[in-house]
């Protein structure tokens, strides 16, 4: 697409963009609260954030939709 129209500079999404659009006007860091949880997210759960207890690493990627989409519909980001 930018080599039809370089002028609009298009580009994929950012970690931290996608992470915000997910949110829905949700003011907490995560699209489903403050904390991570291997119950809510595919992510390496022996790397704490914000003081949270280790959770679940399944180091691999997970079926679509094992997760609880926000209220739009969009699921959560698979972290590895």
Known sequence: ??????????????????????R????????WGEQMDSALVNFDGNV?????RNSEYREQTVEVKQFSCNDMGHLPDVVM
């Open 24 to 31: 829905v006007d949700n003011a907490t860091p995560f699209l």
């Open 48 to 52: 704490l954030y914000n003081n949270e």
């Open 1 to 22: 697409m930018n080599s039809l129209k370089p002028a609009l500079k298009l580009c994929f999404p950012t970690e931290m963009q996608w992470e915000y659009a997910c």
